[in-house]
């Protein structure tokens, strides 16, 4: 009986390592798989030409779930499919076009006989001025109401009141919101030069550069060419443009065309994956860390403390 009761254990035990070992291997193909994306995208804004089109494919779990989505001035197709289900589909997806059997016999083709065109019948001049009058009459009540509203509404000085007195509140909120700023900028400027705050704010800065060198597609190409109608705002295009220097580089060639025109045309293409392991690596690095929880909590503190004064 006691055999019979280890081996009936024993069997169980098997059964929940089996168990145990198919759910690790699912949380690990989870982890793992990645979630790969491309697109490609290409077009023209003018003033006389308008035109885009886009492509984007990704997938993730080995093609388990796919989305194929395209996009262009006439129209946009996609579908979004899980484990073979169609989850969410938009247009018609492409056919291919049959072929026309060819006909031995050709049929005879007669022009179709055309209907004589019927001329409206003149309407009554007797009819038309009833119905004017008709209308005339109908229209007699809106008018005397829309006279009657028109001498309800207040005049020029009781608006100007109303809007000083609207400014003046909005003004005296205003002025209160400033002044418990002031009041708490000493506190504020504190904990921005705290040694631990400013620690726990690079460290921060790190993994969010981590992260975004996981996130960002690994092969990225392209050129844009554009213009506007101020040269100056050209300028300020460009130098806002020089922030992403370090993302694109100089795989993607921008140039400012200065012909006092708006006007834009280019293409782009990328690809990249992306594991869930590696965003899981760190967040926990980030949720674990004691420097980011002191400064949670400080900033909690901080909050609280500003949130009275106002």
């Known amino acids: 009986m ?52 886009a492509r984007v494919r990704a997938s993730w779990l080995f093609h388990l779930v796919s989305l194929k989505a395209e996009a262009s001035e006439q129209e946009l197709r996609g579908r979004l499919r899980v484990l073979g289900m169609t989850l969410w589909q938009a247009g018609e ?32 001049e007797e009819a038309r001025t009833g119905a004017e009058e ?3 009459r109908a229209e007699e009540p809106l008018i005397i109401q829309e006279a009657g509203e028109k ?11 109303r809007a000083a007195k609207k400014l003046f509140y909005a003004a005296r909120a205003f002025c209160g919101k400033i002044k418990g700023i002031l009041k708490n900028g000493r506190p504020f400027l504190d904990f921005l030069n705290d040694a631990e705050n400013r620690e726990a704010f690079s460290f921060l800065l790190s993994e ?13 190409s392209g050129t844009v060419r554009f213009d506007l109608e101020d040269p100056a705002s050209v300028g300020k295009a460009l130098i806002f443009l020089s922030f992403l220097y370090p993302v694109i580089g100089d795989r993607v060639q921008i140039t400012p065309l200065f012909e006092n025109e708006n ?13 869930a392991v590696s965003l899981l690596i760190i967040g926990i690095r980030v949720f674990f860390d004691q420097r980011v929880r002191k400064l949670l909590r400080r ?11 106002l």
Do not use: D, T, W
């Not at 291919?96 to 031995?104: A, G, H």
């Not at 969010?208 to 990225?220: E, F, Q, S």
């Not at 900033?299 to 004064?309: E, F, H, I, T, V």
């Open 2 to 53: 006691v055999s019979v009761i280890l081996f009936i254990l024993k069997i169980i035990g098997f059964a929940l390592l089996a168990l145990l070992g198919l759910l690790l291997l699912c949380l690990l193909i989870l982890l793992f798989s990645p979630f790969k994306y491309r697109a490609f995208a290409r077009g023209v804004y003018g003033s006389e030409k308008k035109e885009y089109e």
């Open 93 to 124: 997806p492409e056919r291919p076009e049959k072929k026309k059997k060819k006909r031995s016999r050709l049929k005879n083709s007669r022009p179709a006989a055309k209907e004589p065109v019927r001329k409206p019948e003149p309407v009554k």
């Open 134 to 136: 008709e209308r005339k």
């Open 151 to 161: 001498r309800a509404r207040p005049g020029l000085s009781e608006l100007l009141k």
């Open 208 to 220: 969010g550069k981590r992260l975004l060198l996981r996130v960002l597609p690994r092969k990225l």
């Open 263 to 275: 006007h834009l045309e280019g293409e782009l293409s990328l690809e990249g994956r992306i594991r």
């Open 299 to 309: 900033g909690q503190k901080l909050r609280r403390g500003a949130g009275r004064s």
